[in-house]
């Protein structure tokens, strides 16, 4: 089929050239159209179900909110994963879907699910926005000269809908500032003079806040709508809302208590720099859209807002836009592939001694990533760091390196022996020669590949775009290795090829056959010290640590602070600014902002107690010499727990951690998760484990996922004091929430803007446990009762946040690893805990973070790869017909394997699924250069029967020399910058590129050096 193919191309050459110029514009279109992203979106599809219990302390909203909804949802389709996080009035529960599910079809189903979930009136359970973990594109700080109460009424009333005009925006987080209400603060000595409740307050005020429609009035030649309007305005309107009244005289709500302008009680604050009471925005791409579209969006929002006059001086200032880890992983992708590119042009002009053909050899590399981004379009692959950056030319345009120089040296040969002759008739027998090698070694090369198609979870998502690129890259290599280059070579060599002979290649070419001349009489010896290179380097290999993937560098750095729980919320924002004080004093430092709590959508269950810190980092360009960002998160590390003792502490980065949380439910390196029935048990394990986990050498920012109790003012009521008095625990139970917590009444408008009615005691009647149990109920007969005497009042410790997984509830241990490996951390720390821990019956523990990631990915590697290499087998054993030949290229893999593992070991890198990645692209190009001695040596046999086995061996060796040389030594010194790349973006690049650069060089040595002799003893062997 490949000979029809390149036959039909030398047949038609315009109609051949005409695709080629149809490629090349299809190919700038199609990478106009790509995503463009710096990483690839490695979570997986969730749904997020947030509902808000407002008042109600976690076990209460565990038991009737967060378990009714875990069982509804028990049914959904296609979920791998169920987990829950429960505190004071918020209830946020996860569902995982495996590979695949669509986002819609998975919540609607969910949606659909949640009608049979049997809660509280009034709960209403709602979907988190359809955004990933690294939706979070762009974050902005409001700043103008108003104060937090009306910059956040702008931001919700101005800034908010405008951003969500942008397309692709999914949702636009706030963070901080007062949100705008009307409150009604009722004196209870007023309530008790006019013989009120405070419940017939907020009766009468929904009742006073309405209007009504009165359809159409028609009078036979026009029509009228009739409204009735009684909504309230303002402040006065609802001072004149009448409440009752007392012998013909009206009790207004003035008459009760006050109405004022206040905040809803907060749940997060927002600080950065010196301010410590500010508002931020954070805005949430859609699952799916295009990065670089949706911030072009986003920018032009910006720059419409901070000219709109409604803004009233307020503008917005940028806190995080990830244009700039774009522009810079990006800029990391260009110098690496450029680089590449220069390298391999250069050493093909050096090895083929023509410019005419290098440049034809290099057309093919813009020409298959031309292809690569027209298959990536259509098969909605983005274009990021991994899927673009693995790209090795050298390996690329290998097919195409055997293609020329087979065509420049039959050329070469015509010129002396026949002058006259077609050159068309020369190219055409020259192709058809090793079209057949090139296919099928370019598809040993793409099978090689398999094992990532396979992965699973975050190593698929990571991956497998990367092994389609390519794939992608290889495939139109291919095509246009058997097409174009022909054609072109015609065109190109139509008066012969006048090449340049380089002398350092035929002394090379020399040695090469005398060295085999010396290594082939003992190749027993050769063999033999070939074999203990291999074994040596296998024990090398058991010396490597493993991680799942090298540390992605965002140029940021992330800081999480747990402080003990209980802490007020303006006390935590307290700390959080002596915190960002701390870190602005290094000088690495652009920018600090902290989050206090969580935001008021609900969709980060996190306490007053938790601190979110945002640290953005002057370039590295600027920095001090020689000093890392790992050293300045040493420095942070050492001066916050000197200043601020009794805070957890971990360092990491926003996308990592957010994308870690979503995957494996915790953002550390490791999480030691235990499941069972009671919290005090869980709590007891995870004590003892925390303890063991610190004494594991490499153990960093060690703590508990879920903090210890806290106190709570417990008010039970007593049954047999309410009916006594013939009051019911529903009529208590108002009084509290209302009184104390308030209550959303009823709402206002003011023009496109909403703003809740609260009704609640005046603050001298709740601010301590005396106030409280001195608050009146009403009873039926008119009587009051004070709170004292219907209810047990006293402080308890509850539960600060309640997490569950798959139904049950958990708590978990989690650490950061830091100088040392996962994969021997992981290991000492089971061992210890083995020994060490004593799991209770109904007790389980499971071991996740990101070591679940490395563990996942091991487990599916171990069992593809031999069958990859299965397959590979099988291709060679098509090739050859004969399985001694196919097992002999396919003993090229353990040599390719050698040099990886050295150079990982010097460079101190440890093995990773980035490395692995690299080891499996070595496999299909030491295959090939195997098939080529192979190959060669078959033929020079065939061609001369009678000849010497051995001399056969050192010809066939000896002409092969040259192509396998330029072909290992293009690929690998194509990857060398990216092998030395150190800027951002290119931590997944390096350990891939190391693999390549040594493993290719130590298949060069020994396929060249070993491979012949091994194949000299089979043959002499099958012989006798």
């Known amino acids: 089929?490949?000979?029809?193919?390149?036959?039909?191309?030398?047949?038609?050459?315009?109609?051949?050239?005409?695709?080629?110029?149809?490629?090349?514009?299809?190919?700038?279109?199609?990478?106009?159209?790509?995503?463009?992203?710096?990483?690839?979106?490695?979570?997986?599809?969730?749904?997020?179900?947030?509902?808000?219990?407002?008042?109600?302390?976690?076990?209460?909203?565990?038991?009737?909110?967060?378990?009714?909804?875990?069982?509804?949802?028990?049914?959904?389709?296609?979920?791998?994963?169920?987990?829950?996080?429960?505190?004071?009035?918020?209830?946020?529960?996860e569902l995982t879907f495996s590979f695949g599910t669509n986002d819609y079809f998975a919540r609607q189903v969910v949606l659909e699910k949640l009608r049979d979930a049997d809660l509280p009136d009034g709960v209403t359970p709602t979907l988190g926005p359809l955004s990933t973990p690294i939706g979070e594109l762009y974050r902005y700080v409001l700043e103008g000269p108003l104060d937090s109460r009306k910059i956040r009424e702008l931001n919700d009333w101005v800034v908010t809908p405008r951003f969500l005009q942008a397309s692709g925006v999914a949702d636009v987080v706030p963070f901080g500032g007062l949100i705008k209400q009307?409150?009604?603060?009722?004196?209870?000595?007023?309530?008790?003079?006019?013989?009120?409740?405070?419940?017939?307050?907020?009766?009468?005020?929904?009742?006073?806040?309405?209007?009504?429609?009165?359809?159409?009035?028609?009078?036979?030649?026009?029509s009228m709508v009739i409204r009735g309007v009684g909504l309230v305005h303002s402040l006065d309107d609802i001072n004149n809302i009448v409440v009752s009244e007392a012998k013909g005289v009206p009790v207004f709500v003035r008459d009760i208590g006050s109405v004022r302008f206040g905040a809803a009680p907060r749940t997060g604050i927002f600080g950065i720099g010196n301010r410590n009471d500010a508002v931020e925005g954070i805005v949430l791409m859609r699952r799916g859209e295009n990065p670089s579209d949706v911030l072009d969006g986003v920018h032009q929002a910006v720059e419409d807002l901070n000219h709109d006059s409604r803004m009233l001086g307020v503008k917005i200032r940028p806190i995080y836009d990830r244009t700039e880890l774009v522009n810079m992983t990006f800029h990391t992708v260009q110098h690496t592939l450029l680089e590449g590119l220069t390298i391999v042009l250069f050493v093909l002009i050096l090895f083929l001694g023509s410019l005419q053909a290098a440049l034809l050899t290099a057309i093919v590399i813009p020409l298959s990533l031309l292809f690569a981004f027209v298959c990536m379009n259509f098969s909605g692959i983005p274009a990021n760091l991994l899927s673009l950056g693995a790209l090795d030319f050298?390996?690329?345009?290998?097919?195409?390196?055997?293609?020329?120089?087979?065509?420049?040296?039959?050329?070469?040969?015509?010129?002396?022996?026949?002058?006259?002759?077609?050159?068309?008739?020369?190219?055409?027998?020259?192709?058809?020669e090793v079209e057949r090698p090139i296919f099928f070694s370019l598809l040993i090369i793409i099978s090689a590949y398999i094992p990532l198609f396979t992965l699973e979870r975050v190593e698929r998502r990571l991956f497998t775009p990367m092994a389609f690129t390519i794939c992608y890259a290889l495939l139109g290599s291919l095509l246009l290795a058997l097409t174009l280059v022909p054609v072109l070579a015609t065109y190109l060599f139509r008066n012969g090829v006048k090449a340049w002979e380089n002398p350092m290649l035929g002394w090379m070419q020399r040695l090469y056959e005398a060295t085999l001349a010396?290594?082939?009489?003992?190749?027993?010896?050769?063999?033999?010290?070939?074999?203990?290179?291999?074994?040596?380097?296998?024990?090398?290999?058991?010396?490597?640590?493993?991680?799942?993937?090298?540390?992605?560098?965002?140029?940021?750095?992330?800081?999480?602070?747990?402080?003990?729980?209980g802490i007020s919320l303006g006390k935590s924002a307290e700390v959080a600014a002596r915190i960002r004080h701390i870190i602005e004093q290094s000088p690495e430092v652009k920018l600090v902002s902290s989050q206090t709590g969580r935001n008021d959508s609900g969709t980060d269950p996190y306490g007053p107690n938790r601190n979110e810190i945002f640290v953005a980092l002057k370039p590295y360009d600027t920095w001090e010499k020689g000093k890392r960002k790992a050293d300045l998160v040493e420095e942070l590390a050492k001066r916050l727990r000197n200043d601020i003792p009794g805070a957890a502490l971990s360092f990491t980065q926003p996308i990592i951690d957010n994308v870690t949380e979503a995957v494996t439910g915790s953002a550390a390196d490791l999480a030691v998760i235990f499941s069972g029935p009671d919290l005090i048990q869980l709590r007891s394990l995870a004590a003892q484990t925390l303890k063991m986990i610190r004494q594991v050498p490499g153990a960093a920012d060690s703590a508990l996922e879920q903090e210890s109790d806290q106190s709570q003012l417990r008010i039970r009521v007593n049954r047999q004091q309410v009916a006594r008095y013939g009051i019911n625990v529903k009529d208590v139970q108002e009084v509290i929430e209302m009184a104390i917590g308030g209550r959303t009444v009823s709402t206002v408008f003011e023009g496109e803007r909403r703003f809740d009615v609260t009704v609640r005691y005046i603050p001298s009647a709740r601010t301590d446990t005396t106030a409280i149990a001195n608050i009146l109920v009403p009873t039926r007969e008119g009587g009051r009762v004070p709170l004292s005497q219907l209810a047990e009042i006293q402080t308890v410790d509850g539960a600060s946040i309640i997490a569950r997984r798959e139904n049950q509830r958990q708590i978990?241990?989690?650490?950061?690893?830091?100088?040392?490996?996962?994969?021997?951390?992981?290991?000492?720390?089971?061992?210890?805990?083995?020994?060490?821990?004593?799991?209770?019956?109904?007790y389980k523990v499971s071991w996740g973070g990101q070591f679940e990631n490395l563990d996942r990915a091991r487990k599916r590697l171990s069992i593809i790869l031999p069958i990859t290499i299965v397959i590979i087998y099988a291709l060679l054993f098509f090739t050859f017909g004969n399985p001694v030949y196919a097992g002999l290229v396919l003993m090229n893999v353990p040599f390719s394997l050698v040099g990886g593992i050295v150079f990982l070991y010097l460079r101190g890198i440890n093995l990773s699924v980035s490395a692995a990645v690299g080891f499996i692209s070595l496999f299909g190009v030491a295959v090939m250069s195997g098939v080529l001695v192979v190959s060669e040596i078959n033929r020079r046999r065939l061609e001369e029967p009678g000849a010497p086995l051995l001399q056969s061996v050192i010809e066939g060796a000896r002409n092969q020399m040259r192509p396998v040389l330029m072909m290992i030594l293009v690929a690998l010194l194509g990857m060398v910058p990216a092998a030395r790349a150190t800027s951002i973006g290119s931590d997944v690049q390096r350990p891939l590129a190391t693999v390549l650069v040594g493993g290719l060089l130590s298949t060069l040595l020994l396929t060249l050096l070993a491979l012949p002799g091994m194949y000299y003893l089979a043959a002499r062997a099958r012989r006798s």
């Not at 063999?527 to 560098?553: K, M, T």
Request: glycine fraction near 8%; aromatic fraction near 6%; charged fraction near 20%.
């Open 1 to 93: 089929m490949t000979a029809l193919l390149l036959r039909f191309a030398l047949r038609q050459r315009f109609i051949t050239i005409l695709l080629a110029l149809s490629l090349i514009g299809l190919g700038i279109w199609a990478f106009l159209q790509l995503k463009i992203e710096a990483y690839p979106d490695i979570s997986d599809t969730q749904a997020v179900v947030v509902t808000l219990f407002p008042g109600r302390a976690a076990e209460e909203v565990e038991q009737q909110v967060t378990v009714p909804i875990e069982r509804a949802l028990n049914s959904v389709p296609n979920v791998i994963a169920r987990r829950s996080r429960t505190i004071f009035g918020l209830s946020v529960v």
């Open 182 to 222: 009307y409150q009604i603060e009722v004196d209870p000595l007023a309530l008790s003079k006019y013989n009120l409740s405070i419940g017939q307050i907020a009766s009468a005020v929904s009742a006073n806040n309405q209007n009504a429609g009165g359809a159409l009035l028609d009078n036979e030649q026009q």
């Open 394 to 432: 050298g390996i690329i345009v290998d097919g195409t390196l055997v293609m020329v120089e087979h065509i420049v040296h039959h050329l070469a040969e015509h010129r002396k022996h026949h002058p006259g002759g077609s050159v068309m008739d020369v190219i055409r027998d020259a192709a058809l």
């Open 518 to 565: 010396v290594t082939l009489r003992r190749p027993v010896l050769t063999v033999g010290i070939a074999a203990l290179v291999v074994a040596g380097a296998f024990g090398l290999g058991s010396q490597l640590g493993s991680e799942f993937l090298p540390q992605l560098d965002e140029g940021v750095i992330w800081v999480r602070a747990n402080l003990p729980p």
């Open 812 to 842: 978990t241990v989690r650490t950061n690893i830091r100088g040392r490996d996962q994969g021997s951390f992981v290991n000492d720390a089971q061992a210890r805990f083995n020994r060490e821990i004593r799991l209770p019956r109904g």
